[in-house]
């Protein structure tokens, strides 16, 4: 089935920038988008100026506390939601399921809160899926997995005119569930995908079974569909989720840590009380000292923490698209992952997935800058190791960190963490990558491995290695029939 609603304008491994068509709305949200939480019983910012101070397209509000609400049910079928929380972008409405999942229960169905939402005027809704949790035994997930499916199939049967509707995405900590459900969703006629049920992941740092479970569900999904990590609010990992290919994320934690006096960053969070300096230039910061912003009143010092943390938000997302833009999304996650070590887990994780990150990655982009040891095993270094199983050098060859030699019928440049490729792509994308003096072994290793790829496609060519100094790790993965030698005793 073709879905029109959303277009990619601009890929980095599986991170992309897209327009969300949103016809309820009349508007088109540029992805990836933050979705701020708005909770009108406790509004921390107008959302009037979410949109004109921050630039909010987007916002998301829950209309089970509308539709239980007896202050504001009545005002939101009368007036609508735009008018309820004078905001004319998108508005996007949770159905419940967050509720279901803390309380246990809730007096909706599917077809009633859909209605519900349709009537006030939602531009995206959600029927009453099942968020289950990380870590329950195999029997539930898939149970509960069946429940939400069915919930899903009755939502496209629910007249509810030009409002999107969201397909969650379940599945517990099972990839193989994940990627099950991210399919069945794909093929209803649903249009936007929440990764659901991951906010328990975040909230213990297990930003590599949130990685495991993303691969999971876009393996299911379309390149075209829109995915929503729903409930990851932390500009912390918003780069790693985004080079998975997620393109929304809602946040409720910047009014929510506010409250508390916790202050965002992107390298992590900061109790108000440890701080002597601000580390950020918004307009919060820039005029106040910490300790200024203590002495203020609860109400008032929750609102211009809460503005602070939505000014680094929207900071980090436009930083995380300008790098799609400039092709060095990767390395911002690389950069990003050195503030946690559990965000060093998720970005190995991520690197796991490289085969994966590699269908969608462009062919060519900005420089490659070798970072870390995690470099060695980009989406890039394994897209060469495949094309270096389709070239065919013959006679002898020559394969060098040193000099080319008129002694063989070929020589080819060596280039950790490549590996092998002829002297004519030494220009091209990603060989011509910045890659540091004092180079680590996972680099020698990965150059191995990419002459081994060489050396069993091409059983015939009689190749010699001229290494400067590799460590042994990486001298022992190559095949005996090479013939090595090492420029640093000759
Ligand atoms: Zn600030």
């Known amino acids: 089935m073709e879905r029109d609603i959303f277009e990619l304008r601009a890929q980095d491994g599986a991170g992309r920038i897209g327009e969300l068509t949103v016809p309820r709305a009349g508007v088109t949200v540029e992805t990836p988008a933050l979705l701020p939480v708005v909770n009108p019983h406790v509004i921390t910012v107008e959302p009037s100026r979410l949109q004109s101070e921050f630039g909010a397209e987007i916002l998301i509000t829950n209309s089970y506390i509308l539709y239980k609400s007896d202050e504001f049910r009545e005002e939101a079928l009368d007036d609508g939601l735009h008018e309820l929380l004078d905001f004319d972008g998108a508005i996007m409405t949770d159905s419940g399921s967050f509720q279901l999942a803390e309380y246990g229960e809730i007096s909706v169905t599917t077809e009633e809160i859909l209605q519900f939402q349709h009537d006030v005027g939602s531009d995206i809704g959600t029927p009453v899926d099942i968020p289950t949790p990380p870590d329950v035994d195999r029997e539930q997930a898939e149970e509960e997995l069946a429940t939400t499916q069915e919930r899903l199939e009755l939502a496209e049967t629910v007249d509810v005119g030009d409002m999107l509707v969201n397909a969650p995405v379940q599945g517990s900590t099972y990839p193989d569930l994940r990627e099950a459900a991210g399919k069945h969703a794909y093929g209803t006629t649903l249009d936007v995908f ?6 328990p992941l975040m909230n213990e740092y297990r930003y590599g079974d949130m990685v495991d479970m993303v691969a999971g569900a876009k393996r299911g999904l379309g390149a075209d569909a829109p995915v929503h990590l729903f409930g990851a609010g932390h500009p912390m990992m ?7 290919g997620c393109d929304l994320f809602d946040s409720a934690a910047y009014a929510l840590y506010a409250r508390d006096d916790r202050y965002l960053t992107v390298r992590g969070t900061e109790q108000l009380d440890d701080l002597e300096y601000f580390p950020c230039s918004c307009p919060i910061c820039a005029n106040n000292t910490p300790d200024e912003i203590r002495q203020l009143g609860d109400r008032e010092r929750e609102e211009q923490l809460a503005e602070h943390n939505l000014h680094v938000t929207y900071e980090e997302i436009r930083t995380i698209k300008q790098a799609i833009r400039s092709g060095n999304l990767l390395e911002l996650v690389e950069n990003r ?9 998720g970005y190995r994780a991520l690197v796991e997935h490289s085969d ?22 980009r989406p890039e270094v394994v897209r060469h190791h495949e094309r270096l199983s389709r070239l065919n050098p013959d006679g002898r060859v020559l394969l060098t960190e040193g000099n080319p030699s008129s002694r063989y019928d070929e020589s080819w440049n060596v280039v ?5 490729f002829p002297r004519a792509l030494s220009e091209t994308y990603p060989l011509t990558a910045e890659v540091p003096d004092r180079m680590d072994t996972d680099a020698f290793e990965m150059a191995a491995r990419g002459v081994v790829r060489l050396v069993e496609e091409n059983p015939e060519t009689e190749f010699t290695l001229a290494h400067r100094g590799w460590p042994e790790s990486a001298v022992k993965l190559i095949p005996e029939s090479v013939h090595l030698v090492d420029l640093d005793d000759v």
């Not at 929440?194 to 906010?199: E, F, I, L, Q, T």
């Not at 992952?337 to 887990?345: E, I, K, N, Q, Y």
């Not at 950790?416 to 092998?420: A, K, L, Y």
Request: charged residues 15%; negative net charge; without cysteine.
């Open 238 to 244: 918003f780069a790693l989720a985004v080079a998975m």
């Open 416 to 420: 950790p963490p490549f590996g092998p």
């Open 337 to 345: 992952a050195r503030a946690h070590p559990a965000m060093l887990d």
């Open 194 to 199: 929440p990764v659901g049920a991951v906010v």
């Open 356 to 377: 994966q990150l590699e269908r969608a990655d462009p062919a060519s982009k900005g420089t490659f800058f070798y970072l870390s040891s995690e470099s060695a095993y």
